[in-house]
T-cell receptor
Framework: GAVVSQHPSRVICKSGTSVKIECRSL??????MFWYRQFPKQSLMLMAT?????????EQGVEKDKFLINHASLTLSTLTVTSAHPEDSSFYIC????????????FGEGSRLTVL | LAKTTQPISMDSYEGQEVNITCSHN???????ITWYQQFPSQGPRFIIQ???TKVTNEVASLFIPADRKSSTLSLPRVSLSDTAVYYC????????????FGKGTSLLVTP
């Protein structure tokens, strides 16, 4: 099946710094990618929908100025956590819709962010 | 967006068949039912997808009644490695890829 890759898988940063997470569709073009956040023992929470060549659509309660999303190409979307704080520590997951399938989603491996 | 409801948790012994049912009462005509498996600190992994009746692959079967308001994921002869959280999603291009994960079902398989 299609492959979605995230990088880095783990990142530790100091409070106040910014961190960028990449999400790549390796063998298909993804006009739409999705970013989720997952806290321990909780379900995935959709943060935003990333559309190639246009602005991302953020879910209610997600600060667009804090979580910057860029989808500059059909195979790459990035999530930048700006001025990170310890409460931003979480597991961030991206997904992309598969081409030619009935809405099947392919998920990245996830990125564990720890803010000290 | 179609909302799904699943049992929060299930327990099973190795070698048993496990059936997890998901309710999706307001599923739309163009929506497909998709199940994912997630291990700790990993992204969800696709298990199976179906539209109606029965779908079977090498790891699971998916049973969908005629009204499509529910679906049942069947895992034959589970092993310890099947311990994970299972999510039922209703996905379709018309619904904008309904992406709201419910709480999922935490399956614990013991010897």
């Amino acid at each position: 099946g299609a492959v979605v890759s995230q990088h880095p898988s783990r990142v530790i940063c100091k409070s106040g710094t910014s961190v960028k997470i990449e999400c790549r569709s390796l063998d298909f073009q993804a006009t739409t990618m999705f970013w989720y956040r997952q806290f321990p023992k909780q379900s995935l929470m959709l943060m935003a929908t990333s559309n190639e060549g246009s602005k991302a659509t953020y879910e209610q309660g997600v600060e667009k100025d804090k979580f910057l999303i860029n989808h500059a190409s059909l195979t790459l979307s990035t999530l930048t956590v700006t001025s990170a704080h310890p409460e931003d520590s979480s597991f961030y997951i991206c997904s992309a819709g598969g081409q030619g399938t009935a809405g099947e989603l392919f998920f990245g491996e996830g990125s564990r962010l720890t803010v000290l | 967006l179609a909302k799904t409801t699943q049992p929060i948790s299930m327990d099973s012994y190795e070698g048993q068949e496990v059936n997890i049912t998901c309710s999706h009462n307001n599923i739309a005509t163009n929506d497909y039912i998709t199940w994912y498996q997630q291990f700790p600190s990993q992204g969800p992994r696709f298990i199976i997808q179906g539209y109606k009746t029965k779908v079977t692959n090498e790891v699971a079967s998916l049973f969908i009644p005629a009204d499509r308001k529910s679906s049942t994921l069947s895992l034959p002869r589970v092993s310890l490695s099947d311990t994970a959280v299972y999510y039922c999603l209703v996905l379709g291009s018309n619904s904008g890829y309904a992406l709201n994960f419910g709480k999922g079902t935490s399956l614990l398989v013991t010897p």
